[in-house]
């Protein structure tokens, strides 16, 4: 009882990578005395490249080491000083949370996990799962904030432009909100929303994080030119639009928050396509003479409009949307060879 060998598998994987890496046909393994050497030799190129965890067979803590100290003579010092070799750990030593982790924590440590990015197939069939709501312990709370993956496109943005006032209108739980925060660590971020408990939570979160955020009661277009005037320093160069989606609301948001925006302030509207709002994002396109689009590839279709930007920019939206010609044309290939074929055996056997 309790006797049977355990072997020890961890790294197997690595193992048979590094034995590809050998050439078999010129070097036969089996005929060489420094066979364990050659391996070792090999798992070393491999943890160059993507660090190993220590094992009890070849890839032992002495032969990271080992194998470390080989590049890295501090490594070899410590060696010889007795501390113990360390497995290096696969992240990069320093490295700062990213946008998306901090926002997590955020939430995390206020009780409530975020509950976001689910496919709609997993949730049976639910639109809504993409999107952000948050479990506080007892229930779901929150209304469909910005989807994961349209956090992570609001990252990102951070690389290309440097907003210092920013509008949200519709703030809810503050979900998108505290992201623009850590995106935009340079601006002063104002959100409205007529939900009281939403604003609070966004300043007690923003006060304890740092983050330079004033959620206010107020409502869209009414609160938007008095608010901007007291709450922030320069013209508005950054806005998301997520509040009510309706066509008709969707055009107010804008132009409220056009008045006191600069001209080449970027606007980036929440769930154009699922709210059917497409119509309404073409007519303020058309009217405010800005350059933008429609982000086919976000979850909720969402859309930008713009004054000049980068080039880099313009390709970074590129990755985000499509040729409408060429959607169309793949939705009607899908169409036909998917959608058709899920009833197309049960036809068949009428
Ligand atoms: C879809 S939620 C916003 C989600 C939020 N942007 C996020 O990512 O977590 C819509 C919010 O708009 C707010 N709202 C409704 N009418 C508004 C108005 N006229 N002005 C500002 N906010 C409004 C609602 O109270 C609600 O909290």
């Known amino acids: 009882m309790g006797r049977t060998p355990r072997p020890d598998l961890s790294n197997l994987e690595t193992y048979f990578e590094a034995g590809l890496g050998h050439d078999h046909e010129a070097d036969e393994l089996l005929g060489r005395q420094d066979y364990p050497r050659l391996y070792r030799s090999q798992l070393a190129r491999l943890h160059r490249v993507r660090p190993i965890q220590a094992d009890q067979r070849l890839w032992t803590v002495e032969a990271?080491?080992?194998?470390e100290a080989a590049v890295d003579p501090s490594a070899a010092q410590r060696l010889a000083a007795g501390a113990a070799p360390k497995a290096k750990?696969?992240?990069?030593?320093?490295?700062p949370m990213t946008m998306l982790t901090k926002l997590h924590e955020i939430y995390r440590s206020a009780g409530l996990q975020p509950l976001?990015?689910?496919?709609?197939k997993h949730m049976h069939d639910w639109a809504d799962a993409p999107f952000t709501r948050f479990y506080n312990g007892e229930g779901i709370v929150g209304c469909a904030g910005l989807s994961l993956f349209e956090i992570m496109f609001v990252e990102h943005l951070g690389t290309y432009i440097d907003p210092r006032s920013v509008l949200v209108i519709g703030n809810a739980h503050g979900w998108s909100t505290l992201a623009l925060a850590l995106t935009f660590p340079k601006a002063k971020i104002l959100a409205l929303?007529?939900?009281?408990?939403?604003?609070?939570?966004?300043?007690?979160?923003?006060?304890?994080?740092?983050?330079?955020?004033?959620?206010?009661?107020?409502t869209s277009p009414d609160s938007v030119k008095p608010a901007c005037a007291e709450h922030l320093n320069s013209a508005v160069?950054?806005?998301?639009?997520?509040?009510i989606h309706t066509n008709d609301a969707l055009k107010t948001d804008f132009f409220a928050s056009a008045e006191v925006a600069s001209k080449d302030a970027f606007y980036l509207f929440h769930d154009v396509i699922n709210w059917k709002m497409v119509d309404g994002f073409k007519s303020m396109q058309?009217?405010?003479?800005?350059?933008?689009?429609?982000?086919?590839?976000?979850?909720?279709?969402?859309?930008?409009?713009h004054g000049e930007i980068s080039s880099e920019l313009a390709q970074y939206l590129d990755c985000f949307s499509d040729n409408p010609q060429l959607l169309m044309a793949y939705r009607t290939m899908v169409q036909q060879a998917f959608a058709g074929d899920v009833f197309g055996e049960a036809l068949a056997a009428l």
């Open 116 to 120: 976001t990015g689910h496919s709609t």
């Open 237 to 243: 160069d950054f806005v998301l639009i997520d509040a």
């Open 193 to 218: 929303d007529p939900d009281q408990v939403g604003v609070e939570l966004t300043n007690e979160l923003a006060r304890k994080n740092k983050l330079s955020v004033e959620a206010v009661v107020g």
């Open 286 to 305: 058309a009217a405010s003479g800005l350059g933008g689009r429609i982000l086919t590839r976000t979850p909720s279709g969402m859309a930008v409009l």
């Open 89 to 95: 750990r696969n992240t990069k030593r320093n490295s």
């Open 64 to 67: 990271i080491a080992e194998a």
